[in-house]
């Protein structure tokens, strides 16, 4: 009896250490079809998202205690094409006041897929630590046979406790792929392999349960940017306006009428600005609105070099489409108004 007693002691003690040895690694959610729920196992679309509690996804995932000491944190429970300013900012600000505690090695975050990009690259910009910080998500619900949650939080998890996933920048863990949040958009509907960082690769792969890293962001990113959000409150407006054949002023006139600060448009081919919008992007840049040039396309430099776009004052949006061209205006437009220093920034990062 008394040996039976003193095993199950030293078995606990053995547990606790071991846990101690752990890395510590918080798990922020925000919904997503990650935390989805559908009417049968096999629907994949029409189900609800966010259903899911985080501590609910954890204990469904009872590995993830094998890499890390897990907590989980309920920030929001949305579908996340219903992603708000508001919420990046709750979500940053997180971020940074976990990351300052010494005990927390990386943060995880539990994510919807639509807008996860731009989370990635917004929380890319503003946080301010070395420690990892990984987004998740999944293209199927919860409940369908061949959810892909599970493994993408495993997998998260192991990111974020690795040391070795220092000081590259906030990254995205799918379908076994690490993408730089920086650089990797949606690309399908439906598919698992969704992520795509169109022409730069992928940061890494996770294989047998290892992170297999290979190569790094040149970019500026987290502790290394000039952005704090620490007192920011409201993020400015900035407007995306889409150009199709047929394109007039009418969505630049709005937007100026809504009270935007920026407009980012959505070129065709290499920015190009259709030439009965052009007019409207101009008269905008004179009354103090910033217009920076992105592409439709999806991929590519946006670098047109016209001679009537520069006289008209629109800054180039380089290599960033235009969701993420509107994250990096909104911060920028915290900082200055001046066209110059936001043209830098936009070389910059």
Known sequence: MKKTLLAAALGLTMSCAYAAALPNVAILATGGTIAGVASSNTATTGYTAGAVAIQTLIDAVPAVKEYANVSGEQIVKISSNNLTDDILLKLAKRCNELLKDPKINGIVITHGTDTMEETAYFLNLTVKSKKPVILVGAMRPSTAISADGPMNLLNAVRLAADPNAADRGVMIAMNDQISAGRDATKTNTNHVHTFSSHGLGYLGVIAGGKNHFLRKVEKPHTYQTEFDISKVEKLPRVDIVYTHASADDAMVKAAMAAGAK??????????????????ALAEAVKKGTTVVLSSRTGSGV????????HKAGFIEGQHLNPQKARILLQLALTKTADQEKIKEMFLKY
């Open 302 to 309: 946006v670098n047109p070099n016209m001679a009537q776009y």
């Open 262 to 279: 920026g407009i980012v448009h959505a070129g065709s081919g290499n920015g190009s600005v259709h030439g009965q919008t052009e007019p």
